[in-house]
Nanobody
């Protein structure tokens, strides 16, 4: 059973920062599209950012470009999401996700339909941004 373990959520005021971490199985490094998906209260799931653990290929939703940064540490079997200038609309459950190794087009996974192609999901970590 594949386990993705998120950590680092919490509550911050608007304008604040948070860092999310995700520990994944070692066989996902390198060669897997991984990322973060969020779901706010009363909202659909939204692909936030993806990264290819084989190198390069960071992609972001328009709503977070310039404010969020996704990165990886293959030696630590982890990916991270650094979130800056947080807004109340960033509030939601954030899930670490991974696709099957056969999927190479990580950017496509950010679309509303593409999110469903992430095969593996963590349990999520809550991010709450107050105004």
């Amino acid at each position: 059973q594949v386990q993705l373990m998120e950590s680092g959520g919490g509550s911050v005021q608007a304008g604040g920062s948070l860092i999310l971490s995700c520990l994944a199985p070692s066989d996902m490094f390198p060669g897997t599209c991984m990322g973060w998906v969020r779901q706010g209260p009363g909202k659909e799931r939204e692909g936030v950012a993806t990264i290819y653990t084989g190198g390069g290929g960071e992609e972001y939703a328009d709503s977070v470009k310039g404010r969020f940064d996704i990165s990886r540490d293959n030696f630590a079997n982890s990916i991270y999401l650094r979130m800056y200038s947080l807004k109340p609309e960033d509030t939601g459950m954030y899930y670490c996700v991974a696709a099957e190794s056969s999927v190479k087009d990580c950017e496509s996974l950010l679309s509303p339909l593409g999110v469903a192609d992430f095969a593996y999901w963590g349990r999520g970590t809550q991010v709450t941004v107050s105004s």
